[in-house]
Nanobody
Framework: QVQLVESGGGLVQAGGSLRLSCAAS????????MGWFRQAPGKEREFVAR????????YYADSVKGRFTISRDNAKNTVYLQMNSLKPEDTAVYYC???????????????????WGQGTQVTVSS
């Protein structure tokens, strides 16, 4: 069982930056693929970014590529999402997720993850 707790959300002006953190419980954090998803009001949860257990491989949604960076510190059991050049359309609840399954195309979808955090609100004003 893995418990995930996100932090770092808030209100920021367009063009600004935020860094989200997700702290995980458990002693096998480095074996989990970690992902970030977001959900805006009235919309489905959408994939943002994922990172392999070692941190060597990352993958991003086209909508955030070049602006967001996912990283992890396995010594601290924490994954991060650095968000730069934020846009009003980035406004959403951001969720951290974890899976122990093999890295695959499934881990760009919500059903590819087994554990979820409670979410943190990010609001970007224009």
């Amino acid at each position: 069982q893995v418990q995930l707790v996100e932090s770092g959300g808030g209100l920021v002006q367009a063009g600004g930056s935020l860094r989200l953190s997700c702290a995980a419980s458990g002693r096998t954090f480095s074996s989990y693929t970690m992902g970030w998803f977001r959900q805006a009001p009235g919309k489905e949860r959408e994939f943002v970014a994922r990172i392999s257990g070692s941190g060597a491989i990352t993958y991003y949604a086209d909508s955030v590529k070049g602006r967001f960076t996912i990283s992890r510190d396995n010594a601290k059991n924490t994954v991060y999402l650095q968000m730069n050049s934020l846009k009003p359309e980035d406004t959403a609840v951001y969720y951290c997720a974890a899976t122990g399954r093999v890295w695959s195309a499934l881990s760009v979808t919500a059903r590819g993850y087994d554990y979820w955090g409670q979410g943190t609100q990010v609001t970007v004003s224009s």
